[in-house]
């Protein structure tokens, strides 16, 4: 073994930093077996506010805290990890390692969906390398299953339940009956939720999450701002009670979907999945992924994503596969990050073909089905199911209907026509129903 050892720079000791402080200090004999020299944690970079709390902590030696940056940067680190989050002042704390010549670990999604390209094309200027496993679905090896097991394919759709604070909130509120704000409560205090918890349940989390896996699916290049996205935030009880009534789950999934042509569909919104899919057992924090590609037809990627020690594990195995060397021969060698690559053809939103699940107020009299479905045949919407329950003449009921596939802009299109209609009432609810193959 040698005894050069590699030195380590973290930034941010929260719920991540803390888990990778830990582990590597109680991992240390372990990862330098398996390396062949060890790993050493060199200095943590916290705010000045929070020095005093870290050290209490003891999650990594106090010797190791500073809150000075100038003090972090004059180390002797290989690696910098950055898990403090957000945009700014990341983006220059990045840049800085990476222009010193430190390879970079990130969990930070924000930086990377919204920066990621010019961030790339850096390192490969400084001849380092970006790792970043723990950015999209925690602990789950998704981006280098994305970037290496599945090198042989072509994939063409990307189906996934990207962030643990929805599927959470989802999961408490459809098997256990709990109140929205209660579930979110819960899983804040569990670590599951960003700082602003607004980020995971409007889903521009998980979009951000989506625009780097679809980047690195299709080799092209997508950034956070392009994937449209609508979260669990709207959703309403009434429609997840119909939708399990006709046997579907519903989840927020992040879709990227590619076409013959090369257009590339992205979005995240919450959908319907029979119940039988295996994505529709995903619970609790846990995500998953569906991927279809060519040669080895729809594969399946679950587990924790997000919390301390899941997220800390793929930070660490990130940590450990440059520190072995083959990761930024790969990083260089390989034509796999979106730097190389030119920005997505993106499908129109009102292309996109789908089933969709509809829900109308509607005035419970003679004729007013006859008025909803004449608005969707006129746009040669076909339906595939009907329901309505038996009660309250003369009232509004609520009327869900199952269509076949047909393309966003004509379901626009016919719903502002139903909305208008002096028989209905309210809102329409529309949920994409999503069928994957088993
Ligand atoms: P936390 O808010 O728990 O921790 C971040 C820490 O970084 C806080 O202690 C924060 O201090 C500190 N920090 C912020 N800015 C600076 C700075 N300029 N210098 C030094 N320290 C700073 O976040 P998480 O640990 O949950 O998340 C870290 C990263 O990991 C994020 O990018 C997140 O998106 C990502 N991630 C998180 C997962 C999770 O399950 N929590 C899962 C996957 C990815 P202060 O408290 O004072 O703000
Ligand atoms: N807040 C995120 C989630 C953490 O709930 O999935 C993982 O990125």
Known sequence: MSDKAIGIGLIGLGTVGGGVGKLLTEQANLFAQRLGRPVELRRVLVRTQDLAAAKASKLVPAALLTDDAEDFFKQDTAIVVELAGGVNPMRQFVSRALESGRHVVTANKSLLAKHGPELFALARKHNVSIAFEASCAGGIPIIYTLQFSLLSNRVHGLYGILNG????????????????????????????????????????????KLSILASLAFGTRIVGEQVPCEGIDKLELADIGFGKEMGYDVKLLGIAERGDDGKVSVGVRPCFLRADDLLADVTGPFNAISVLSDA?????????????????????????????????????????????????ALLPAEQLVSRFYLRVNAMDLPGTMAQVTTALAEHEISISAVMQHERNEGQHVPVVVITHEVAQGDLNAAMAKIAGLDCIA?????????????
């Not at 809102?427 to 193959?437: F, Y």
């Open 426 to 438: 309210g809102r329409p609810v529309v949920i994409r129903i999503v069928d994957l193959p088993h």
């Open 296 to 344: 080895l037809g729809h594969s399946l990627y679950y587990g924790a994503g997000a919390g301390r020690m899941p997220t800390a594990s793929a930070v660490v195995s990130d940590i450990l596969n440059i520190a072995s060397g083959w990761y930024p021969q790969a990083f260089a060698q390989l034509r796999l990050t979106p730097d190389l690559h030119e920005p997505a």
């Open 165 to 208: 604070t929805c599927n959470y909130i989802l999961t408490q509120m459809t098997r256990h009956n709990q109140p929205y704000d209660t579930a979110l409560d819960a899983a804040q205090k569990l670590g599951y939720a960003e700082a602003d918890p607004t980020l995971d349940v409007s889903g521009a989390d998980a979009a951000q």
